[in-house]
């Protein structure tokens, strides 16, 4: 009998394999398909009661209009993951006088005559910033945002929403200095450079002419933060434990049910508070892979053969 | 007309053919003749590899679903059919490493005639009246002599790696398969007993009314069981046994040279499914379908039953966990060897009351 | 098992302690819920431990502390602390009981015998105190690097004169 | 060549313990830190033949030295970090941390946080049950009980996504109780994913038809469909005569051994012993809750398996009557959320994570920081049962033995 019960324990296995055959795959082929699983409400804290609404733990979501700048959510991820920085909103601005201007017309008439036509109907909609526009320093009409005449020189702005950073230099450093650098080439000279925390500047001189590169904080007209004091997050090292929602006292930070956050470099994941204020949906974030043509696929393949 | 034109052709042909020297004109009209059609497209080559190709895939697809999950989705238009082209592109395309004790020509050479040999084996046999690329009259032989040599490859490559994963896994190779070969050719031997022949075609030529799996069912469990053991396929996938000896005899095997590796096991799994339904499963009998040629049907049929011994022997890899060396052994020898020899006795036995 | 049984034992243990050992128990420090430490001198920390084993059957150990007191206010001079955290299995009635048994020893000369003997379990708690504190247990059967890199050649990283790179502010 | 003359003699100056195998050559090599069946740990081993003389066990491989990190982190910002050793089981990690810091306070979490603390640590312990389930199978050479196991464990994980927001390390104890209610609702679309799953595998509908959103009832029909699914996984793997041969008498612990040696857990269960800290020592709401302490004689890796098998089942028990028992209120006392007054003071709290038990020892000194943290993880105390155990062993059962113990890498080192 005992043979009978073995070949049965034995037998028993390949039974409840091929019942499993027919069973639907717990797969979700994602991103092709939706996750059923995800809470719709992100996690959100109420400093009031002194709990936490249950939801979601993934990408925050910054209310500027709350934030004070006070640094609470600095503070505590400092002791966990060192994700959050406080970083001031600054502006990028060549000036031009008009001696330059008038350079500027007999070289790159093109240039010029986009600026004169912005100059002359202004009303541009904001778009979204493109730092590589700022590092080549050689404007194409279409990165000019914004031209102003203040006391005779032309300030021209190439973004309108401010660019987050810890300090002025950082951003003259990083966004400016590059493009600056490649002009000594073509003639121009680095001048006077000034930096500092709130503003740093440099300018450039080629025979009497003199353009000078400003980086200025703004404001950003939030009445609770004058000084556009905002937290961005590096997602390269959040955790998403979420104390800093906890800590923040005045629910300016929630957390939200994006989780498709990858990035092709560091860089890109980190997220400044511009970002961080955009809702979920308007990231408009698909998640789909584009399809690739025969001839990107075989690339694909082939990559290492190629290389 | 056209007929007319194509005969111009022919006989134009004919004569640059008449013109060419010996040894070229020989070579062209042995690319058109039985054999080289047979050893390229049918039983041969072409036939081999989507057999293969197909099986990798049934395996895969097979698998995922045991497991509750999907399995090859993207690759190939439907059901990641070409996912094994993908998988062999990345392969052939990875860097080759020799490991720097290794023994170099042996390292090298074993996986090339691992691999030719596992193909050899289908030279010999017959998937259908007529179908075989070099018909013998001790095709059987033949077989079990090359599927003897291929694990002796496989523990010269074991040696020549000088890993000490690779030694331990070309160790357990050798106690399974000198152990399971044993049976293994008892099992045959019952057949060859019952046929009265060592040739494939005439082997199944006698199973005409009966497949041999009724009188010699034991041999069949045995032969199946061994069979399993000696392509390496879970449970006796002890040389190569991931959890324990990383890959076993392939551990230091990369790129091509492991491509190389696995196909020919794959190869060997088909070889070993076709022979199984050649000895025991009536080969290419089967019920005939009107407005068939039987040398279609033949090889549909036999197909279908190896198929079938495919599918069981895949299901064993997704319900069975792995054996240790020691209850191999234990079973080989001492429960196999005296089932097999019982079966023999069984099969004498009906020839002598003039069953078979 | 209810709280305060617990207690009542822990206290009849301890008078037992005090009773056999009197001066060689220096503190005994009972905290309801929280710890029962009983302070003793390395010399006759073996002597103890024995006891407890043999006569209380506390035979399973838990863990082994290594502290640094050096930077805990008002502490005179520089010593390290080791705890033997130990409980019992073979006595349904003690079951909830863990008792702490401590011993300071100077930051200068950190020797103390190995109580591997008595608890065979200590083997790896000892090993991750002698490479963590550089505590050095005499007797003891394989006092090896466990858990630090082969290469570890910095002061012992949990005494607290060790500053974590990156973290000296 | 690799099996030399003189090796013997190299191994008998290098390994004391080698006096039985005396004559006949050795081999010796490491298992890990990167091998398929050990992960983030080195074993060397010594092995005459096919025979494993010697063990030598080499955990810190991905040592990150929580203890001293806790020293820099206040009381708060510690909990995310403390779970990051047992992922899968971020409650048991933090469970004793919240309960000593809180012994420290002298304070009490409300009865409603002490019945969820329950559930979610319950739930990560069938979770982290079932990837040793899983991974038992894989290491046996059976791949199908890994997907079952982890296809399944999928459901649970919602579970605690929905409470504690997100898949694994919640960070969802604190002092004082827990972060955040359980939801009142469970999204739609996974109800109704749930459901075809359940009509599936149980072969009958929700009882009333369709399934509704509530919390607790979602809970209880998961526990319904993760009962069915356990008794699928004892015919497939657990009662495969193969198996029970790899697994049946190898790796023997004695209960004396396992006492003496100080292991934890389904370990010390798995040899005969009926200790848990949630029965010893109940904290929260496990004195409200009736429940087995499942044990078994064998004292080998199978009765350690068949231990973690049948706690799943008592988890599940638990998750029930603690979800069915939970009463209404609040959460957490009213508190500062990341600053928290530690009084000075030293504690020693345990509480049965799901590898065992596991214990925290801290003393603060009265600042926002502890003065010293010592965590006494299951894993570590069972690593000392490693070279006990992989000795005269086959090299076959060695990832059996060691995965039997149940032992993460990540835990042990810290």
Redesign the interface.
């Known amino acids: 009998m005992s043979i009978l019960r073995d070949a049965k324990r034995t037998l028993m296995p390949i039974y409840a394999g091929l019942k499993h055959v027919f069973l639907k795959p717990y797969t979700i082929k994602w991103p092709y398909e939706n996750i059923p699983n995800l809470p719709d409400e992100g996690y959100r804290f109420d400093p009031k009661a002194g709990i936490g609404y249950p939801g979601s733990k993934g990408r925050h979501l910054l209310y500027m209009e709350k934030c004070t700048g006070c640094g609470s959510c600095d503070l505590t991820c400092q002791n966990i993951a060192e994700a959050i920085t406080m970083t001031y909103g600054f502006d990028v601005v060549t000036v031009l006088d008009e001696k330059c201007y008038e350079y500027f017309k007999e070289f790159r008439p093109e240039i010029v005559e986009a600026l004169d036509a912005i100059l002359g109907s202004f009303s541009a909609e904001p778009s979204c910033i493109q730092y590589n526009s700022l590092s080549s320093f050689f404007w194409t009409p279409t990165d000019v945002k914004q031209i102003i005449k203040v006391d005779g020189r032309y300030e021209i702005k190439l973004n309108l929403e401010p660019i987050f950073d810890v300090r002025a230099v950082e951003v003259l450093y990083q966004k400016v200095y590059p493009g600056v650098k490649k002009l000594k080439v073509t003639g121009w000279e680095l001048g006077k450079l000034e930096a500092a925390t709130e503003s740093a500047s440099v300018e450039l001189s080629k025979q009497d002419l003199t353009v000078s590169v400003l980086v200025r904080k703004i404001d950003m007209g939030y009445k609770q933060n004058r000084r556009s004091f905002f937290p961005s997050v590096d997602y390269g090292r959040c955790v998403m434990c979420g104390f800093c929602v906890d800590a923040c006292p005045f629910q300016a930070l929630e957390m939200t049910n994006e989780f498709e956050l990858s990035a092709l470099s560091r860089r890109e994941l980190i997220y400044t508070p511009s970002m961080l204020a955009k809702r979920p949906e308007e990231f408009n974030i698909t998640g789909v892979p584009p399809e690739l043509n025969v001839i990107e696929r075989a690339r694909m393949v082939f990559r290492r053969l190629v290389w | 007309m056209s007929s007319l034109i194509l005969q111009e052709y022919a006989r134009a042909a004919a004569n640059f053919l008449n013109e060419l020297p010996h040894p070229l004109k020989d070579f062209i009209l042995f690319l058109h003749s039985d054999t080289f059609i047979k050893a390229i497209i049918f039983p041969g080559l072409l036939f081999i590899l989507t057999f293969v190709m197909f099986t990798i895939w049934f395996e895969r697809k ?9 399995g090859p ?1 993207h690759v190939g238009k439907y059901a990641g059919l070409l996912q094994l082209v ?1 998988d062999a ?2 392969l052939l ?2 860097e080759l490493i020799v490991p720097e004790k290794a023994i170099k020509p042996l390292y090298v050479s074993m996986p090339i005639l691992c691999g030719a040999l596992s193909m050899l084996i289908f030279a010999f046999l017959p998937l259908g009246p007529g179908w075989v690329i070099y018909p013998s009259d001790i095709s059987l032989l033949l077989v079990f002599v090359i599927l003897a040599v291929t694990p002796i490859t496989i523990l010269v490559a074991g040696w020549a790696s ?1 890993s ?2 690779s ?2 896994g070309m160790v357990r190779l050798a106690f399974q398969v000198f152990s399971y070969e044993v049976p293994f050719f008892l099992a045959i031997a019952s057949i060859t007993l019952a046929a009265r022949s060592f040739n494939l075609e005439k082997i199944v030529e006698a199973q005409a009314e009966l497949p041999f799996i009724i009188p010699a069912l034991l041999g069949f469990i045995v032969f199946l069981i061994t069979a399993i053991a000696e392509v390496e396929r ?2 006796f ?2 040389p190569t ?6 890959s076993g005899w392939q551990t230091e095997y990369t790129g091509a040279y492991f491509a190389l590796f696995y196909l020919a096991a794959y190869i060997k799994l088909d070889a070993m499914a076709i022979l199984t339904a050649l000895l025991f499963l009536g080969g290419w009998h089967g019920p005939s379908i009107p407005g068939i040629p039987e040398s279609i049907l033949g090889p549909f049929w036999l197909i279908l039953k190896s198929l079938i011994v495919i599918f069981l022997v895949l ?2 890899r ?10 191999l052994l234990d079973i080989g020898w001492r429960v196999l060897i005296p089932l097999a020899l019982l079966n023999i006795l069984i099969v004498a036995v009906l020839i002598q009351i003039g069953l078979i | 098992m209810s709280l305060s049984d617990v207690g009542e034992i822990l206290a009849r243990l301890i008078e037992d302690l005090k009773k056999k050992f009197g001066d060689k128990i220096l503190e005994v420090n009972v905290e309801p819920k929280k710890i029962t430490k009983v302070l003793v001198a390395p010399e006759c920390i073996k002597e103890v431990a024995e006891y407890l084993k043999s006569e209380w059957a506390l035979d399973y150990i838990k863990g082994v502390t290594g502290i640094d007191l050096s930077r805990l206010p008002n502490m005179a001079q520089e010593v390290l602390e080791v705890i033997y955290h130990v409980g019992s299995l073979s006595s349904e009635a003690l079951k909830a009981v863990t008792l702490s048994l401590s011993t300071k020893i100077s930051i200068s000369d950190p020797v103390m015998p190995s109580l591997t003997s008595v608890w065979k379990g200590a083997e790896m708690h000892e090993r991750e105190v002698y490479e963590m504190l550089g505590v050095n247990f005499k007797g003891h059967p394989d006092l090896r690097r466990l858990l630090l890199p082969e290469f570890w050649s910095d002061k012992p990283p949990l005494r607290k004169d060790y500053v974590a790179p990156g973290r000296e502010r | 060549m690799l099996l030399q003359e003189g090796s013997a003699k190299m191994a008998k100056e290098e390994f004391k313990s080698l006096e039985v195998y005396e004559t006949g050559p050795t081999l010796t090599f490491s298992m890990g830190p990167q091998h398929p069946g050990t992960g983030h740990f080195r074993m060397v081993i010594t092995v005459v033949g096919d025979m494993v003389v010697r063990c030598d066990p080499d955990p810190g491989f991905v040592h990150r030295g929580e203890e001293k990190m806790c020293e820099y982190k206040t009381w708060i910002t510690n909990i995310p970090h403390l779970e990051r050793p047992a992922i899968l089981d971020s409650a048991g990690m933090t469970y004793p941390y919240v309960l000593a810091v809180e012994k420290l306070m002298d304070i009490e979490p409300p009865e409603r946080a002490k019945y969820l603390r329950v559930i979610m640590a319950e739930l990560q312990r069938i979770c982290s049950h079932l990837y040793w389930l899983g991974l038992m199978g894989v290491f046996a050479g059976h791949a199908t009980m890994y997907m079952w196991c982890f296809g399944d464990r999928e459901y649970l994980v919602d579970l605690t996504q929905l409470i504690g927001g997100q898949r694994i390390t919640h960070s969802y104890f604190v002092p004082g109780g827990v972060r955040n209610d359980a939801p009142p609702k469970v999204p739609r679309e996974l109800v109704k994913d749930f459901s075809r799953y359940y009509r599936m595998i149980l072969g009958k509908d929700y009882p009333g038809g369709e399934m509704p959103e509530d919390f607790r009832k979602y809970v209880l029909a998961v526990c319904d469909f993760f009962d069915a699914r356990l008794d699928e996984y004892y015919p497939m793997l657990l009662d495969s005569p193969i198996f029970i041969y790899r697994t049946k008498g190898i790796g023997i612990l004695k209960r004396e051994d396992a006492i003496s040696l100080g292991v934890v857990g389904p370990v010390l269960r798995g040899s005969g012993v009926k200790s848990d800290t949630r029965i010893d020592e109940p904290y929260d709401a496990y004195p409200y809750i009736k429940f087995n302490v499942p044990t078994m004689d064998g004292c080998d890796s199978y009765s350690r398996m068949m231990v973690g098998y049948y706690e799943m089942k008592e988890s599940v028990k638990i998750i029930r009557q603690a979800v069915e028992q939970m009463p209404e209120g609040p959460v957490k006392l009213k508190q500062h959320p990341v600053t928290i007054k530690v009084p000075a003071g030293e504690v020693f709290a345990s509480a049965e994570a799901a590898r065992g038990q596991c214990s925290f020892y801290i003393r603060s000194d009265g600042t926002d920081k502890p003065y010293r943290v010592k965590i006494c993880s299951p894993s570590f105390r069972n690593l000392i049962a490693m070279p006990y155990l992989i000795r005269d062993v086959r090299i076959a059962d060695i990832p059996i033995i060691y995965w039997s113990l149940n032992y993460w890498p990540v835990e042990c080192d810290r």
């Open positions: 097979l698998l995922a679903r045991v497991m509750v999950r999907l989705l993908a592109v990345k395309s990875k000088r000490k994963y030694f331990i879970v449970p996938d002890l046994a991931e959890q324990e000896l990383v299901l064993l997704g319900v069975f966990p792995r054996i240790t060396l020691d209850k």
